[in-house]
């Protein structure tokens, strides 16, 4: 029998953490709830979780050091997986609530509000797969649990990376109100707007799926 992969998933007072935890045990990982930055740096794969306000997830990560910790991971290739908030601050920036953030910036971009009738959007919806995608692998027509008023309605990385030397990112869309992004794969840098450990099946299938990379 080969070892469950070690996942932490980063404890930073921020994010629906029990809930995560449990779905990434119930699909074969080993999980630690922990803040502390040698777990976190040597574990397979690290689950930056999320819900809330753009700021204020960015002052929880910065206090414990997250934003470090998710740096030197991604500079040795270690796998990332962001999930809702912990997506939205990969990017460059975000605009909430009239204030403006700076992110992590392991991506270029902005996120800000969504322009729809109805916000936040809330509820499941489906998703248009990026081709090849590993994560969406088996559920690419399924539907996943949202729940958020902001999101990045653009991904520049897609326009700039240079194609012969870096491999293009893997972009997923939805939509409310027009397209936003709905989950990345880049590198060892993966994240989802929508929330996979409320997602059922779907969301249990795409968990497997991160897991199953880590080995």
Same mark, same amino acid.
């Given at each position: 029998?080969?070892? !469950?992969?070690? &996942? ?5 007072? +921020? ?14 990982? %080993? ?36 934003? !470090? ?10 796998? &990332?997986?962001?999930?809702? &908030?912990?997506?939205?601050?990969? +990017? ?6 009239? &204030? ?9 971009? =902005? ?11 809330? $509820? ?12 969406? %692998?088996?559920?690419?027509? !399924? ?8 999101? %990045?309605?653009?991904?520049? =990385? ?7 030397? +870096? ?9 409310? $109100?027009?397209?936003?992004?709905? %989950? ?8 989802? !707007? ?22």
């Amino acid at each position: 029998m080969p070892s !469950q992969p070690r &996942v932490v998933v980063l404890d930073y007072g +921020f994010g629906n953490v029990r809930s995560a935890v449990r779905a990434l045990e119930r699909v074969g990982a %080993a999980v630690e709830l922990t803040a502390d930055a040698q777990a976190a740096a040597e574990a397979d794969g690290l689950v930056v979780p999320g819900v809330g306000a753009f700021a204020a997830v960015m002052s929880g990560l910065r206090a414990v050091r997250g934003d !470090q910790i998710i740096d030197r991971r991604l500079a040795g290739g270690r796998p &990332v997986l962001g999930i809702c &908030v912990g997506m939205q601050v990969m +990017f460059a920036a975000g605009d909430e609530h009239g &204030v403006h953030t700076e992110g992590l910036g392991e991506w270029p971009g =902005l996120v800000d509000r969504l322009e729809a009738p109805v916000v936040p959007h809330m $509820g499941w919806a489906t998703v248009a797969a990026a081709d090849g995608s590993a994560l969406f %692998a088996g559920v690419e027509d !399924q539907r996943f649990y949202f729940v958020h008023s902001y999101a %990045a309605r653009s991904f520049p =990385l897609s326009e700039t990376v240079d194609r012969e030397r +870096f491999a293009a990112p893997l972009v997923t869309w939805a939509d409310h $109100g027009g397209p936003f992004v709905a %989950a990345v794969e880049n590198g060892p840098l993966a994240a989802t !707007q929508f929330h996979p450990e409320k997602s059922g099946d779907a969301g249990a299938q795409l968990l497997t799926n991160w897991v199953a990379s880590l080995r």
